[in-house]
């Protein structure tokens, strides 16, 4: 179990989107709140680790009980339609990613 976090918290520490948040949207929210007053500040860092570490949590459980039902076919399929979905996803924002430097 410690290996697992020991893991989980070094990929953590190497995910770039972390810094990228802060750096181009997490920071200007927190000076903006802090506009307002330092106890905005304080409530924004608290409600947004909150809901971020809670989601994370609630996932991880999610997956844990799904994984005495998704098993064989069930798996597969629903490997390949988020497979698709992810092809059309990209697809969509290939496409507008080209009109939008076209026009």
């Known amino acids: 179990a410690w290996a697992s976090l020991a893991k ?4 953590n520490f190497l995910n770039p989107n972390p810094y ?11 000076l903006e ?5 330092w106890l905005a500040s304080i409530g924004f860092l608290l409600v947004f680790y909150t809901y971020l570490v809670g989601s994370k949590c609630v996932l991880a459980v999610l997956v844990a009980q799904s994984r005495s039902v998704l098993h064989g076919r069930a798996y597969i399929w ?17 496409r507008n990613g080209i009109l939008l430097l076209g026009g």
Request: charge should be positive; charged fraction near 5%; avoid cysteine.
């Open 8 to 11: 989980g918290v070094s990929v």
């Open 20 to 30: 990228l948040f802060w750096l181009t949207i997490g920071t200007p929210l927190l």
């Open 33 to 37: 709140a802090h506009t307002v007053g």
């Open 78 to 94: 629903i490997n390949r339609f988020l497979a698709v979905a992810l092809l059309f996803f990209a697809a969509v924002f290939i």
